[in-house]
């Protein structure tokens, strides 16, 4: 295998579910809803997913399981932010915490050990050095979808200016609030199977806190991205790139220590994240609660 064929390999792999999380959370931000929690959603869906593909053996059922714990989250999120108003980053926050904690808990109790359990039955890859599965091209699909859905579809129209300008939204006969719901169930099945991806498509596996930082990666790349479904995926490929350097370098053995790899995707959200921060402009009422008259 060549060394340019396995990096295109695993950047596709690696950002396979960084693009179908910023997807959603593209809608969700462009709709005023800011989704810190998005870590902690894909957390949960990533030991959903690995612990109903382990129980049934069927890893399309542990997919399916990890967007049903994405929406169960969101569901909690929606009703504490929409219904209540709290503030969405302490709200996200709170979610981050509690399900690093949870899933920690049950994996320890469950399976007996803080390592990784190798033994879950993943998604189908193609045997080629790209090793593709069908949820690269869900991928795909997503960024087209949120696309057409933002840009081409009155319901897009409408949730962008729950975004920009929710009392004029609300003045022309739109709900704001349920407008953000329907976003940030978009977002939670997106979550979803991008956490389930983690699991059942990259590591097969489940390790504690594994999403390691990714939910706030797709944050800073959302913002890279203006916004927007196509460049928030291209940031997030870009993104990938930078964590499969590190295991370029392990591969090819050059003598590098992978340790200096391990902060380049991080440092590298961080460079975009100042450098689109200049003269980005992000949805007018974004994290904003909105209260009806």
């Known amino acids: ?21 910023a997807v959603g959370e593209t809608v969700s931000e462009r709709a005023g809803v800011l989704n810190i929690g998005l870590e902690g959603v894909m957390l949960s869906s990533a030991f959903a997913g690995f612990y109903f593909s382990h129980t049934t053996g069927n890893p399309w059922l542990g997919v399916c399981s990890g967007v049903a714990a994405a929406i169960l989250l969101a569901l909690i999120t929606a009703y504490l932010v929409l219904k209540i108003g709290a503030d969405q980053v302490v709200v996200g926050t709170g979610v981050n915490l509690f399900s690093l904690g949870l899933t920690g808990s049950l994996f320890v109790s469950l399976f007996g050990q803080t390592g990784k359990l190798a033994t879950v039955p993943t998604v189908p890859k193609t045997a080629d050095a790209l090793s593709l599965n069908s949820l690269m091209l869900v991928a795909v699909v997503c960024v087209v979808f949120a696309w057409f859905l933002l840009m081409r ?100 053995s050059l003598g590098i220590p992978s340790q200096l790899f391990d902060a380049l995707p991080y440092l590298l959200a961080l460079a975009v994240l100042a450098g689109a921060g200049r003269g980005a402009s992000a949805p007018a009422a974004l994290a904003t609660p909105y209260r009806r008259a």
């Open 153 to 252: 579809t009155r319901w897009g129209l409408a949730a962008r200016a729950a975004g920009e300008a929710p009392t004029a939204a609300e003045s022309a006969g739109y709900s704001v609030l349920r407008l953000r719901f329907q976003a940030m169930m978009f977002s939670a099945v997106t979550a979803g199977l991008a956490g389930a991806y983690l699991s059942l498509a990259q590591t097969n596996s489940f390790a504690e806190n594994m999403t390691e930082g990714r939910g706030f990666v797709v944050i800073a790349a959302v913002t890279f991205g203006r916004w927007t479904s196509i460049g928030s995926a291209l940031a997030c490929l870009l993104i990938a790139f930078a964590y499969g350097l590190k295991y370029l370098v392990i591969s090819i």
């Open 1 to 21: 295998m060549s060394i340019g064929l396995g990096l295109v390999g695993a950047t596709l792999s690696l950002g396979t579910p960084l693009v179908i999380a």
